[in-house]
C-alpha cells in the first residue's frame, strides 16, 4: 500500500478526527511519495458554539496539521457539525463522491461503524456508498477515533485486523495533532499527546511494533 503511486483520501468527520485515527499511517504514506488528500466533512462547530470565526481558525488548523503530515490537499463539506443524522443520506454521499470524483483515490480511510458519535456513523455509512464496486477505489479501511469508537457499548467491538507500523512517525503524529489548539485536551483524556502515544504503543504491542495504527479492512479488491 506503500508504494509511491496511489491517491489516498482520508475521510473524516470533524477536524482532528483524520490525524487522531490515522496521522501516522497518512504520514507514512506521504514519506513513500503517495498523494494524500484530506476530507473533512462538517465544520465542526456550529452544534456547540456557532461560531463563525471559529469555523474559520479550525479549517486553518487542519490545514497546518494536513501540511504538518505532507498531505497536499485539505477538501471541506461544510455540512453542519452533529448534524448529520439529520441531514439526507444523499446529501453527504454527495460530499465524499465529489471528492472522489476530483482525485479518483486508489485508497479510502473512514470511520469505523463502532461509534458514539452519530456524525461518525454517517460518514461511515456514506463512505461505503461513494467507494462502492466500480467506483475505481481499491482499499477501504475504518480507523478508530479516540474517545468515540473506545466509548461505544452497543456494538461489536472495534477488531482490527491491517496494523500499520508507525514507530518512525508517532512523534510526527503527535506534532500535527498539536495543530489542532482548540481540540487538545489533558491527559488522560484520549485527545492528548500522551494518551496517543499510549494507544499508537498499545497497537504496536498488538503487532509485533513499537507504535502501530489499527484499521479495519472494509473493503479490497485485487
Do not use: W
Given at each position: 500500500?506503500?508504494e509511491?503511486?496511489?491517491?489516498?483520501?482520508?475521510v473524516?468527520?470533524?477536524p482532528?478526527d483524520?490525524?487522531?485515527?490515522?496521522?501516522g499511517?497518512?504520514?507514512?504514506?506521504?514519506?513513500?511519495?503517495?498523494?494524500?488528500?484530506?476530507?473533512?466533512?462538517?465544520?465542526?462547530?456550529?452544534?456547540q458554539?456557532?461560531d463563525?470565526?471559529?469555523?474559520?481558525?479550525?479549517?486553518?488548523?487542519?490545514?497546518?496539521?494536513?501540511?504538518?503530515?505532507?498531505?497536499?490537499?485539505?477538501?471541506?463539506?461544510d455540512?453542519?457539525?452533529?448534524?448529520?443524522?439529520q441531514i439526507?443520506h444523499?446529501?453527504?454521499?454527495?460530499?465524499?463522491?465529489n471528492?472522489?470524483g476530483?482525485?479518483d483515490?486508489?485508497?479510502?480511510?473512514?470511520?469505523?461503524?463502532?461509534?458514539?458519535?452519530?456524525?461518525?456513523?454517517?460518514?461511515?455509512?456514506?463512505?461505503?456508498?461513494?467507494?462502492?464496486?466500480?467506483?475505481?477505489?481499491?482499499?477501504?479501511?475504518?480507523?478508530?477515533?479516540?474517545?468515540?469508537?473506545?466509548?461505544a457499548?452497543?456494538?461489536?467491538?472495534?477488531t482490527?485486523?491491517?496494523?500499520?507500523?508507525?514507530?518512525?512517525?508517532?512523534?510526527?503524529?503527535?506534532?500535527?495533532?498539536?495543530?489542532?489548539?482548540?481540540?487538545?485536551?489533558?491527559?488522560?483524556?484520549?485527545?492528548?499527546?500522551?494518551?496517543?502515544?499510549?494507544?499508537?504503543?498499545?497497537?504496536?504491542?498488538?503487532?509485533?511494533?513499537?507504535?502501530?495504527e489499527?484499521?479495519?479492512?472494509?473493503?479490497?479488491?485485487?
Amino acid at each position: 500500500m506503500f508504494e509511491g503511486d496511489n491517491t489516498v483520501l482520508v475521510v473524516g468527520a470533524h477536524p482532528d478526527d483524520e490525524v487522531l485515527g490515522a496521522g501516522g499511517t497518512i504520514a507514512k504514506h506521504t514519506d513513500s511519495g503517495d498523494d494524500v488528500h484530506i476530507l473533512i466533512v462538517t465544520e465542526g462547530t456550529t452544534h456547540q458554539y456557532d461560531d463563525t470565526e471559529l469555523i474559520e481558525e479550525k479549517k486553518r488548523q487542519a490545514e497546518l496539521c494536513a501540511d504538518t503530515l505532507g498531505a497536499s490537499t485539505v477538501h471541506f463539506g461544510d455540512l453542519p457539525d452533529m448534524k448529520l443524522d439529520q441531514i439526507p443520506h444523499v446529501e453527504v454521499n454527495s460530499v465524499i463522491e465529489n471528492v472522489c470524483g476530483k482525485i479518483d483515490p486508489d485508497v479510502v480511510y473512514t470511520h469505523s461503524r463502532r461509534e458514539v458519535n452519530q456524525d461518525h456513523l454517517a460518514v461511515h455509512e456514506s463512505t461505503i456508498v461513494a467507494t462502492r464496486p466500480g467506483s475505481g477505489v481499491s482499499t477501504v479501511l475504518a480507523y478508530e477515533t479516540p474517545s468515540s469508537t473506545d466509548f461505544a457499548t452497543n456494538i461489536d467491538g472495534f477488531t482490527p485486523t491491517l496494523f500499520t507500523d508507525i514507530e518512525d512517525y508517532l512523534n510526527l503524529k503527535t506534532d500535527a495533532f498539536n495543530c489542532y489548539e482548540t481540540e487538545i485536551r489533558k491527559y488522560p483524556h484520549p485527545r492528548s499527546s500522551e494518551s496517543i502515544r499510549s494507544i499508537a504503543k498499545a497497537r504496536g504491542a498488538a503487532s509485533g511494533n513499537r507504535a502501530a495504527e489499527a484499521f479495519d479492512v472494509l473493503r479490497a479488491y485485487r
